[in-house]
């Protein structure tokens, strides 16, 4: 399958910094990007789809002014968490879709665990 | 309702039992279809995809009803390796709308 890479693979910051996480597919040009969270023991929850080139579409409860979502090519996206609390502390993950003939494909990369301090 | 209902589970089976997971979708216009594993701490990982004409790779076994609107995966000879979360997804566009997962134990 494609390779999908994130980094950092994990974080700890302090309280009311900001923080920078990349999303890079290495081996495709992704058409769209999403960005899920994860608490322990809870569902992926998508917390915004990105298109190269246009704004993020964000899902209802998702902050776009604290959850700042670049995606300047086809082939890197980058979530920053900005003024970070500790109840952002969570397991981002990025996914890259491509069109594989007549169908879209997801693939994931491998998560960023955040904890706020 | 949601796009995708998946029973959450747990399920918990003894190694070598054969095991199935279903799942529901609610817009039939959806396209593609697919199961995930999840393992703790980690990212979901394809599975496999999941066709009209049901699709085997060893031991999974993926169906695809469209008039139910309905998939299920099925796992023969169950391996402790198998425990994780199996998560089924349903792309529609370039939109992708996951179920709930279901928790697999395998015991020995």
């Known amino acids: 399958g494609a390779v999908v890479s994130q980094h950092p693979s994990w974080v700890i910051c302090k309280s009311g910094t900001s923080v920078k996480i990349e999303c890079r597919s290495l081996?495709?040009?992704?058409?769209?990007m999403f960005w899920y969270r994860q608490f322990p023991k809870q569902s992926l929850m998508l917390m915004a789809t990105s298109n190269e080139g246009s704004k993020a579409t964000y899902e209802q409860g998702v902050e776009k002014d604290k959850f700042l979502i670049n995606h300047a090519s086809l082939t890197l996206s980058t979530l920053t968490v900005t003024s970070a609390h500790p109840e952002d502390s969570s397991f981002y993950i990025c996914?890259?879709?491509?069109?594989?003939?007549?169908?879209?494909?997801?693939?994931f990369g491998p998560g960023t665990r955040l904890t706020v301090t | 309702r949601k796009e995708v209902e998946q029973d959450p589970g747990p399920f918990n089976v003894p190694e070598g039992a054969t095991v199935a997971f279903n799942c529901t979708y609610s817009n039939s216009a959806s396209q593609s279809f697919f199961w995930y594993r999840q393992d703790c701490r980690k990212e979901p990982k394809l599975l496999m995809s999941?066709?009209?004409s049901g699709n085997e790779d060893g031991r999974f076994t993926a169906q695809l009803n469209r008039a139910s609107q309905y998939i299920s995966l099925l796992i023969r000879d169950s391996k402790l390796s198998d425990s994780a979360t199996y998560l089924c997804?349903?792309?529609?566009?370039?939109?992708?709308?996951f179920g709930t997962g279901t928790s697999l134990t395998v015991i020995p």
């Open positions: 997804v349903v792309n529609r566009g370039n939109q992708f709308y």
């Open positions: 999941v066709y009209s």
């Open positions: 081996d495709f040009q992704a058409t769209t």
């Open positions: 996914s890259a879709s491509s069109r594989i003939r007549s169908s879209y494909e997801q693939y």
